[in-house]
């Protein structure tokens, strides 16, 4: 079980610790891009235009996974890990505010808030192959649309 802890009471970035990693996410102030630090090492999240629905996770100047929104009225994401077989990060339902990581139709982690007043989370991996980088990921992709929805109450 990982952890997720945001920064301060009012802030979006988070700690991530737990099954013997760490991992520092940042979003930057203006914008849908930011970092991911995982392991003490560095990535950035980059959008690939101000109306673009795709992110990049980049390591040194070469992109390693990427996340494309499902569509425009989704909150669904299609993210692909360099190599391995693409992965779909989507809302368990509707209203809910947990999401679910599956490979295949198969679910590799789950995503939940730990109570509905608070931003404190955890993400639970029910598979040991899926990367802890990849991980940070499909948070910080949770949290831009924790983020978005906040933004437009």
Same mark, same amino acid.
């Given at each position: ?6 920064? &301060? !009471?009012? &802030?979006?970035?988070?700690? =991530?610790?737990?099954?013997? @990693? @760490? *991992? ?10 930011? /970092? ?5 090492? #560095? ?12 992110? /990049?996770?980049?390591?040194? %100047?070469?992109?390693? *996974? ?16 360099? !190599? ?6 989507? #809302? ?12 295949? %139709?198969? #679910? !590799? ?6 109570? *509905? ?10 598979? #040991?192959?899926?990367?802890? !980088?990849? =991980?940070?990921? &499909?948070?910080?992709? /949770? ?5 978005? *929805?906040?933004?437009?109450?």
């Amino acid at each position: 079980m990982i952890q997720c802890m945001p920064k &301060s !009471v009012c &802030s979006w970035d988070f700690n =991530l610790d737990g099954d013997g @990693h @760490h *991992a520092d996410l940042e979003f930057n102030w203006a914008g849908e891009q930011g /970092t991911v630090t995982a392991d003490a090492t #560095p990535f950035d999240v980059r959008k690939d235009g101000l109306l673009s629905g795709h992110w /990049t996770l980049v390591e040194g %100047g070469e992109g390693i *996974a990427t996340a494309q929104k499902a569509s425009a009225l989704t909150r669904s994401f299609e993210v692909r890990p360099g !190599v391995e077989p693409e992965l779909l990060l989507r #809302p368990v339902s509707m209203f809910s505010r947990s999401f679910l990581l599956e490979r295949l %139709g198969d #679910p !590799v982690a789950a995503i939940d808030k730990v109570h *509905a007043f608070t931003r404190r989370a955890r993400i639970e991996a029910l598979r #040991p192959d899926c990367e802890f !980088v990849i =991980l940070a990921f &499909s948070f910080w992709l /949770t949290v831009l649309m924790w983020r978005r *929805a906040a933004r437009s109450n």
